[in-house]
């Protein structure tokens, strides 16, 4: 398996066994990490995104400013990254290629919010809209479609969200 986290200090990958395959050291906590189909791993740290090949080479990053924390990272299959950077008193949700272009933004405001506590994870759905998990207020998934217009609200989720293939919300 593949492990990131909170105060883990790495992204590596696991064996059955549990020993470590491989791993790269972070400068920070991680909060979303993913193996690319051509065997790069990708991951945001507190205060950006990055990709990375085997031999531990950055393949492509994005910095966030230095008042911002990057917490959502998803690869979206074609070259783009799903990427959610909070501010204070908002969160940016974007998607960036690596070439740094952006083809959709959109800001959430959260006027008590500071960088560290608005969100978690962030997952586009199948239908095109966002399913972004708030931390705020005991914990909120909210939906906004790509315009950043809230269309639904859930009573929980903190950490993380996703659209099932039935089109339920876990």
Same mark, same amino acid.
């Given at each position: 398996?593949?492990k990131g986290?909170?105060?883990?200090g790495s ?8 020993s470590i %395959?491989w791993?790269?050291?972070?400068p920070?906590e991680?909060s ?5 189909p %051509?065997g790069h791993v990708?991951?945001s740290f $507190? /205060?950006?995104? *990055?990709?990375?090949? @085997?031999? &531990?080479?950055?393949v492509?990053e /994005?910095v966030?400013?230095s008042?911002?924390?990057? /917490?959502?990272?998803?690869p979206? &299959?074609d ?5 959610g950077?909070?501010?204070?008193g908002?969160s940016r949700?974007?998607e960036?290629? @690596?070439? $740094?272009q952006r083809?959709l933004? +959109? %800001?959430?405001?959260?006027?008590a919010?500071t960088p /560290?506590?608005?969100? *978690?994870?962030?997952? $586009? ?12 207020g &005991?914990?909120?998934? @909210?939906? +906004?479609?790509?315009?950043? $217009?809230?269309v639904r609200e859930?009573?929980?989720g ?9 089109g339920?919300?876990?």
């Open positions: 398996f593949l986290g909170c105060g883990s992204v590596a990958i696991v064996a059955p066994d549990g %395959e791993e790269y050291k972070t920070d991680t979303d990490t993913w193996l690319l %051509e990708a991951f $507190k /205060h950006g995104a *990055r990709e990375v090949d @085997r031999g &531990g080479a950055a492509w /994005h966030a400013p008042n911002a924390e990057v /917490h959502a990272c998803q979206m &299959g070259g783009w990254f799903l990427l950077e909070s501010h204070t908002l949700v974007f960036m290629n @690596r070439a $740094k083809r933004e +959109f %800001e959430i405001p959260d006027p919010g /560290h506590n608005q969100f *978690r994870q962030i997952r $586009k759905t199948p239908q095109g809209t966002y399913l972004v998990t708030q931390m705020r &005991g914990g909120k998934v @909210r939906e +906004f479609d790509a315009r950043g $217009k809230k859930f009573a929980t903190r950490y993380a969200a996703v659209r099932l293939p039935n339920n919300t876990l």
